[in-house]
């Protein structure tokens, strides 16, 4: 079971560093990631999203959209903190657009 939760971790991360490009490596927008986790925890979910990740509706449900053009089918539902901290910090190259970044 772990291996299957790491492997699928992994297949997500990579999807999101083919959407993110090498650009994103290049200067990560920690400054949008921080601004994720305050938001997350003024909304109370921080505790909840370390455990089970964030369902994508819930997301939404914060402000945060598609970002155009991007392919989100290889993203799991729901997203796991490392993936969804990893894609704060891929900048304008994220896959999502977050209102607080």
């Known amino acids: 079971m772990k291996?299957?939760?790491?492997?699928?971790?992994?297949?997500?991360?990579?999807?999101?560093?083919?959407?993110?490009?090498?650009?994103?490596?290049a200067k990560p927008d920690v400054a949008c990631m921080q601004a994720g986790i305050k938001t997350l925890q003024s909304a109370r979910l921080l505790d909840d999203v370390a455990r089970g990740g964030i369902a994508i509706e819930t997301a939404v449900s914060l402000g945060v959209t598609v970002r155009s053009g991007a392919d989100i089918s290889g993203v799991p539902n729901p997203?796991?903190?490392?993936?969804?901290?990893?894609?704060?910090?891929?900048?304008?190259?994220?896959?999502?657009?977050?209102?607080?970044?």
Do not use: K
């Open 3 to 25: 291996r299957t939760i790491t492997v699928s971790l992994a297949t997500a991360l990579l999807a999101v560093a083919t959407l993110t490009g090498p650009a994103a490596a």
């Open 79 to 101: 997203i796991p903190l490392p993936l969804l901290l990893a894609d704060h910090r891929a900048g304008e190259s994220s896959a999502f657009v977050y209102p607080w970044c």
